[in-house]
């Protein structure tokens, strides 16, 4: 090692920081990486010195893309096979290995359950269903070589759900099912698996949903439910609110951790404050009561209390 390379060793580490190479750089996916918070979260992953993968699907974007230091950009399109294959192949071919993979590409679609098209419903379970599943099985391989970490950016709405919110929830409750059930299966081969649930921000969220509505002809006026309409927040704001994009840096910061900690969180929650907080957890204990309220085999709130504090010393 020469002398200027042994300078810069040491002013790293000194900083609380390691040297990266070639050799020792870990490489991590970050799919739907051209805006949001896939691109909050590649940003600050190279930014701390790891190999990023950023999957976008526009040529304008895969250039901005490889303009950052330590991203490569990838053409990925979460629903398109011959895309996801061809994409395990470059980063076979670069021979870094694969040490992470963030399943962040997602869509919103809302609406009347009984009045949406079923080629809406399938539109969003293809990107936010299908899309983290066909992704993850063709990485697999990869991320079990490398003793790896797996997350998936869900929701609190896959928790948390109401009216007109029915497809979007579907699809993001559907993550909890998988993380589970990844997680279990991973863990035979040291691999560890997260799902990262944000909410509570602001975006731009309820202006793209509202267009893409009225875009696919959804008429409010004849809706079913046009009073509920009236007063919700997507059409009170015309589709012209402007809200600042802000997806928080805690939510990047959370995939680190996903990436770095020897145990990372199975779920992580990042919301904006403690009532959106509260009322998430509150939801899930109303599921807990529903299931344990007047069936066959029900605990009493002895065991229950005692059931809770067992779980919450692990």
Not at 170 to 195: G, R
Request: some cysteine.
């Amino acid at each position: 090692m020469n002398f200027q390379r042994l300078l810069c060793a040491l002013l790293l580490t000194l900083s609380g920081a390691t040297l990266a190479t070639e050799s020792t750089q870990k490489a991590v996916l970050v799919t739907g990486a051209s805006s949001g918070s896939g691109r909050v979260i590649a940003e600050t992953l190279a930014e701390r010195g790891y190999y990023v993968y950023a999957g976008a699907r526009k040529q304008a974007d895969l250039d901005a893309l490889n303009a950052i230091d330590n991203i490569q950009a990838i053409r990925l399109d979460v629903t398109v096979q011959s895309e996801i294959d061809a994409a395990v192949e470059a980063v076979r071919a670069e021979g870094r290995g694969l040490y992470g993979l963030v399943n962040n590409a997602g869509v919103a679609v809302m609406g009347p359950l009984v009045e949406i098209t079923a080629s809406e419903v399938e539109f969003v379970m293809d990107v936010n269903v299908m899309g983290p599943y066909r992704v993850t099985k063709a990485f697999a391989p990869l991320i079990i070589e490398s003793k790896g970490r797996i997350t998936t950016t869900g929701s609190i709405s896959g928790i948390l759900s109401g009216p007109f919110y029915g497809p979007y929830s579907m699809s993001k409750h559907a993550m909890e099912a998988f993380t589970d059930s990844l997680a279990a299966e991973m863990a035979k081969f040291d691999v560890k698996v997260s799902i990262i649930e944000p909410g509570g921000f602001k975006s731009k969220i309820g202006t793209t949903t509202y267009q893409r509505m009225l875009a696919n002809g959804f008429n409010f006026d004849e809706s079913l439910y046009k009073e509920e309409w009236e007063n919700n927040w997507m059409v009170q704001s015309s589709g012209n609110i402007d809200l600042e994009n802000n997806v928080p840096k805690e939510i990047a910061l959370a995939v680190i951790d996903t990436l770095e900690s020897e145990n990372p969180k199975t779920r992580y929650m990042i919301v904006g404050n403690r009532q959106t907080a509260e009322r998430t957890v509150a939801k899930a204990m109303r599921e807990m009561v529903q299931l344990n309220e007047k069936q066959t085999h029900s605990l009493t709130r002895d065991e229950l209390i005692k059931m809770l504090d067992a779980m919450m010393a692990q």
